[in-house]
């Protein structure tokens, strides 16, 4: 028995502390970026403290929404949307999905007859999105407008966040060898790139590396050559008055882009809303000066602006439709 005891219990020990120890070490995947790149939190995660955004309960009811916003994940949370629309009841949020030929009946069916259409993008979508023809449209609806009363808390207990041995085992790897190289993954994988002054940029740890999805490589940026949108026209013969582009740049195009594509990019914006009778709203070169006086101003483990970057987000939006006629 004695015998039995003196082997398992060392067995046992380690099969609990190795992996618990493990864990905590590498700390829970929190981030799109660290998930989609088995990288650890602990190198990654933000540690700076973000400001709180104040939520609401749920979306307008369809009849009733005189906005709609058709998004990506960027949008889902309604967190932009908080600062940016004064009546908390007069907007509703669909999610991507396509925007097609059928739109118009689309929305009826739906029972959606908004007075202002906001389409919503990331940059490196915008091409699929709005230069391409499609017949059958499907848009997804997204979790209620509410968003987080309180700061975020990026977790650093084991009890929280998701582990699995690719997490963990990547995780120890990276924190074996730092420093920039290619996770292959899907979505192009995830890129971990040196950032100039990147301990002024970002809070996380491996400051001078950041994080940045390989999509934003392989897939087209602005700006491009072609300018006439079918997604506008559908919207247009169904009978939407109003139509506002909002692009969000990619991560890599704010961090590690040279600052005169950014004016490229927004005057590319600004001749694709003259061609197709929209309005479109400028934020690469806004999003480039930003970055230098905002810390965490996209999340160093994340594709998406952090809490105070979807604040400022929303505010410069706000100005926009209120300069527009929108709101």
């Known amino acids: 028995m004695n015998a039995i005891l003196r082997f398992f219990?060392?067995?046992?020990?380690?099969?609990?502390?190795?992996?618990?120890g493990t864990m905590a070490l590498v700390q829970p995947i929190a981030g799109d970026l660290t998930r989609i790149g088995f990288l650890p939190e602990r190198s990654f995660g933000w540690n700076a403290p973000q400001p709180p955004i104040l939520g609401i309960a749920s979306n307008a009811a369809p009849g009733k929404a005189k906005i709609l916003v058709v998004g990506d994940s960027f949008s889902w949370t309604g967190r932009w949307q908080s600062a940016a629309f004064a009546d908390k009841d007069s907007y509703i949020s669909f999610?991507?999905?396509?925007?097609?030929?059928?739109?118009?009946?689309?929305?009826?069916?739906?029972?959606?007859?908004?007075?202002?259409?906001?389409i919503e993008t990331v940059e490196r979508l915008f091409a699929q999105r709005f230069l391409s023809k499609c017949a059958k449209s499907d848009l997804k609806p997204s979790l209620p407008n509410a968003t987080e009363?309180?700061?975020?808390?990026?977790d650093t207990g084991i009890l929280y966040?998701?582990?699995?041995?690719?997490?963990?085992?990547?995780?120890?790897?990276?924190?074996?060898?730092?420093g920039p190289q290619h996770r292959a993954s899907h979505s192009g994988g995830v890129y971990v790139r040196p950032v100039p002054d990147g301990c002024a940029r970002f809070s996380h740890a491996d400051c001078a590396n950041a994080l940045f999805l390989g999509d934003d490589e392989l897939n087209p940026s602005l700006p491009l050559t072609e300018f006439d949108s079918p997604m506008i026209s559908y919207l247009?013969?169904?009978?939407?008055?109003k139509i506002i582009v909002l692009t969000i740049p990619n991560k890599t195009s704010i961090y590690l882009r040279p600052p005169e594509l950014a004016q490229r990019s927004d005057a590319y914006l600004a001749e694709f809303g003259r061609r197709n009778g929209v309005l479109t709203v400028a934020l690469h070169a806004l999003f480039t000066g930003l970055k230098d006086k905002h810390r965490?101003?996209?999340?160093?483990?994340?594709?998406?602006?952090?809490?105070?970057?979807?604040?400022?987000?929303?505010?410069?939006?706000?100005?926009?439709?209120?300069?527009?006629?929108?709101?």
């Open 236 to 241: 247009k013969a169904a009978g939407v008055k």
């Open 149 to 154: 009363p309180t700061p975020p808390r990026r």
């Open 296 to 327: 965490d101003f996209y999340f160093g483990n994340d594709t998406h602006l952090s809490n105070e970057g979807m604040t400022i987000l929303g505010a410069q939006m706000r100005d926009v439709m209120r300069a527009g006629g929108a709101q």
């Open 161 to 178: 966040g998701s582990f699995g041995a690719k997490y963990v085992l990547g995780g120890m790897l990276y924190l074996a060898r730092p």
């Open 9 to 20: 219990i060392p067995v046992l020990l380690i099969g609990v502390c190795v992996p618990v």
């Open 95 to 118: 999610g991507f999905g396509d925007v097609c030929a059928d739109i118009g009946d689309y929305m009826r069916k739906a029972g959606l007859a908004p007075e202002v259409v906001v």
